[in-house]
């Protein structure tokens, strides 16, 4: 069955300093992944999708993330965080057909 | 381009009342679908469709109901309230195939 790992519950981080969100996935065939972030009180909304084109996924707002096969891995990153980065973060791993499947979030803290 | 539009924003209901929390999408998109989300759990998928009068069950469907009369609506209906689904409510939409979902701004529902 198809899963996700977000290794960190939390993760802190001081503005203008990289961030480092880490996912690894479990599937049995080749997955199509996503990053998505939610704001407080807010919807969900996409950050990036691979789908199986080039490993390097560039997305909204300044952030990447790389699709590592061999580690299995999907991190999320960006060059220097910004205040308004704080928020909720998910990724999410296609399990099947038009079901996907959420990790339980990693929290990003921005101070000042 | 009001995209996936979720009523109410609120509710407060007591035990054993039921209520349908409404779900309406403008973008054309055959698969619907409903998530709840609960902290440290991340999106938990309660029921989804692939097509007008086609429902599946996901992870949680027990104490929820869903139809699929138009390819625009997923209401779905809490048949007998309990404190067990106070929760924030997720609709979201998506073209068929790698594309990523699209989420409505969510219902907190409260169960007394």
């Known amino acids: 069955a198809q899963s996700v790992t977000q290794l960190d519950s939390h993760v802190s981080v001081s503005e203008g300093t990289p961030v480092l969100l880490r996912c690894n996935y479990s599937?049995?065939?080749?997955?199509?992944l996503f990053w998505y972030v939610q704001h407080p009180n807010k919807g969900l909304q996409l950050l990036l999708k691979?789908?199986?084109?080039?490993?390097l996924v560039k997305g909204i707002n300044g952030f990447e993330a790389e699709f590592k096969k061999s580690e299995t891995s999907f991190h999320l990153t960006k060059p220097s965080a910004h205040m308004s980065d704080a928020a909720e973060y998910f990724c999410?791993?296609?399990?099947?057909?038009?079901?996907?499947?959420f990790g339980t979030g990693t929290r990003l803290l921005v101070s000042p | 381009n009001a995209g996936v539009t979720q009523t109410p924003k609120f509710q407060v209901l007591k035990t054993g009342q039921s209520m349908t929390l409404q779900c309406a999408q403008d973008?054309?998109?055959?698969?619907m679908s409903w998530y709840r989300q609960d902290p440290g759990m991340g999106l938990r998928l309660i029921h989804y469709?692939?097509?007008?009068?086609?429902?599946d069950q996901g992870e949680v469907p027990n104490g929820y109901n869903v139809s699929r009369s138009t390819t625009e609506d997923f209401p779905l209906r809490l048949l007998s309230a309990a404190p067990s689904q106070t929760s924030v409510y997720f609709c979201?939409?998506?073209?068929?195939?790698?594309?990523?979902?699209?989420f409505g701004n969510g219902t907190r529902l409260t169960v007394t």
């Open positions: 691979y789908t199986s084109a080039a490993t």
């Open positions: 599937s049995s065939y080749s997955p199509s």
């Open positions: 999410v791993v296609m399990a099947g057909f038009q079901k996907l499947v």
């Open positions: 469709s692939v097509g007008a009068g086609i429902t």
């Open positions: 979201a939409s998506k073209n068929t195939g790698n594309s990523p979902l699209h």
């Open positions: 973008m054309n998109h055959e698969y």
